[in-house]
């Protein structure tokens, strides 16, 4: 039971904001995802997602759209990548909110699902990254109350937004669990909905890719069939790496808390048989077919906590898997808060520990006001849930913001100075001025920061100027005409080496 709800909704407000401003966008996903939404800003063109000048169209437009709304609102506020990100805190929301009246319709209460997700510790870091992910996770939340509730509306429109967010994925998933849902007595009537729902899907369906077809038939086939058919085959040879287990493997932390309480719920069936079909469905489905796919990575799996949350907003564990859950979260809070806390102020006192220089050499601490006060106000709000109230799930997940909120807060520059492409880039930029520079061996995150920091695309023509990215510290091999003239990376980086020469 969720006793204090103004403790509850600014637990989640400050877990919903916590990392998405103050940092640059970060590789892989963030950078080439930012650097399509700089296109669409720069040149007007919102039709086909390009990346530094070339057309990438591995995913459809709608998350692009929408950070680039936001940033196009915001972007005189706050600097364009924070503002591109709050596109990433709409749909994390509208996931929250749809996943909870799922469980509200099936249990009766919705706030324990939204706390469980919330507090799944591999939704944590990507729910605050500018990934299409969770454009795709809100379509899936959706979908599955539209299955729930039986309204054609909301299955068609989750459909929808999951379909133009990462391609066909989605929606399949949706349509398979509809079908396989209906074989159940209790669900068979929900095939009234499919009609209705189809005609709400295609709108979503239809207009974009119609478009891109019109404007180039290679582009379309390039998106539909490769990055759609091609990489959940493999045939592509796009895409994480093989390993059918490895949602298997990775559910074991990824999902937590929420594995344990919705194990604890079929095995109790503490709700009745109708409202526990759909979950399982869904997350079996899910399962089934991302492991099916031949390529995988944890992040694939954001679908698959939707289900698994609504599943554990029914648990009533037991108290022995209670205290287990509530005092290693409450615990792990404790430790790492101190840890922090603790780190951060031997820190700015002039501790360098080797490690820490390793991580991010040449950085130089400053005190941050705000920063230290938000970090505050998030270590008084963990204690005051952990003092105040009862329920596990919401300790939780006071302990994963607090966790993270300090990371994000008083550890946060620290992290951008070694992941941001800003500081190399500028560096390179005070050799070049305003000269044309062309770009070789780029990698999709590298071609959107420096276009995004250098103005730096693919050339149609002859550059005075060429950058070259390598894998190692060894000198790239170019052609006679081409003279070095500079090297760099990223602090504490030695995978990545950018040279620059002269024609």
Not at 19 to 31: C, N, R, V, Y
Not at 183 to 195: D, E, I, K, S, V
Not at 313 to 320: L, T
Not at 392 to 397: A, C, E, K, N, T
Request: positive net charge.
């Amino acid at each position: 039971m969720l006793a204090d709800r103004k403790a509850l909704y600014a637990l989640l407000g400050a877990w919903i904001a916590a990392g998405l401003f103050g940092h640059d966008p970060w590789k892989p996903d963030e950078a080439y995802t930012f650097g399509l939404v700089y296109h669409m800003l720069e040149t007007g063109d919102w039709l086909v997602p390009t990346l530094a000048g070339e057309p990438f169209v591995e995913k459809p437009p709608l998350f692009f759209w929408t950070a680039a709304a936001f940033a196009k609102i915001l972007g005189g506020v706050l600097p364009l990548h924070d503002a591109a990100r709050l596109a990433s805190a709409f749909y994390v929301s509208l996931t929250l909110l749809f996943t909870g009246l799922t469980a509200r319709r099936l249990y009766g209460a919705a706030l324990p699902a939204a706390v469980v997700l919330a507090g799944c510790l591999g939704y944590l870091q990507h729910a605050h990254q500018l990934i299409t992910d969770n454009a795709l996770m809100a379509g899936v939340a959706m979908g599955l109350y539209g299955l729930s509730a039986s309204k054609a509306v909301w299955l068609g429109t989750g459909a929808g937004i999951a379909f133009l967010s990462k391609g066909l994925l989605g929606p399949g998933m949706l349509a398979v669990t509809a079908v396989a849902l209906a074989a159940f007595p209790a669900w068979r009537q929900t095939w009234r909905t499919w009609p209705p729902a189809l005609l709400a899907f295609a709108p979503w369906a239809i207009v974009w890719p119609w478009l891109l077809h019109r404007h180039s038939a290679a582009l379309f086939h390039e998106w539909f069939w490769v990055n759609n058919f091609g990489r959940f085959t493999g045939e592509a040879g796009l895409g994480g790496v093989l390993d059918h287990l490895h949602y298997a493997k990775a559910l074991v932390w990824f999902a937590l808390p929420a594995w344990p309480l919705a194990l604890w719920t079929l095995w109790q069936r503490q709700a009745s048989a109708k409202a526990l079909q759909l979950p399982a469905v869904a997350f079996f489905v899910m399962f089934v077919v991302l492991s099916a796919a031949s390529s995988a990575r944890t992040l694939y799996g954001l679908p698959l906590l939707v289900p698994l949350a609504v599943l554990a907003a029914a648990a009533v564990p037991a108290p022995f898997l209670r205290r287990a859950l509530d005092w290693s979260g409450v615990g792990a809070a404790a430790l790492l808060g101190l840890a922090l806390w603790g780190g951060w102020i031997a820190f700015m006192a002039g501790w360098r520990p080797s490690m820490l220089e390793a991580q991010s050499p040449g950085f130089v601490p400053r005190w941050q006001p705000l920063a230290l006060i938000v970090a505050a106000a998030l270590t008084a709000l963990w204690l005051y849930v952990v003092w105040r109230e009862k329920s596990m799930s919401m300790r939780w997940l006071a302990g994963v913001t607090l966790a993270w909120g300090l990371a994000m807060t008083l550890w946060l520059p620290w992290l951008d100075h070694a992941k941001s492409y800003r500081g190399v880039i500028a560096d390179m930029k005070t050799r070049v001025g305003e000269g044309c520079v062309a770009s070789r061996g780029l990698t999709e995150p590298q071609r959107g920061m420096f276009h995004y920091f250098a103005g730096i695309r693919v050339p149609a023509g002859e550059c005075r100027f060429l950058v070259v990215h390598t894998g190692s510290a060894q000198m790239p091999d170019v052609e006679a005409e081409w003279k070095p003239l500079w090297r760099g990376t990223r602090p504490g980086d030695n995978k990545e080496y950018f040279w620059l020469f002269e024609r």
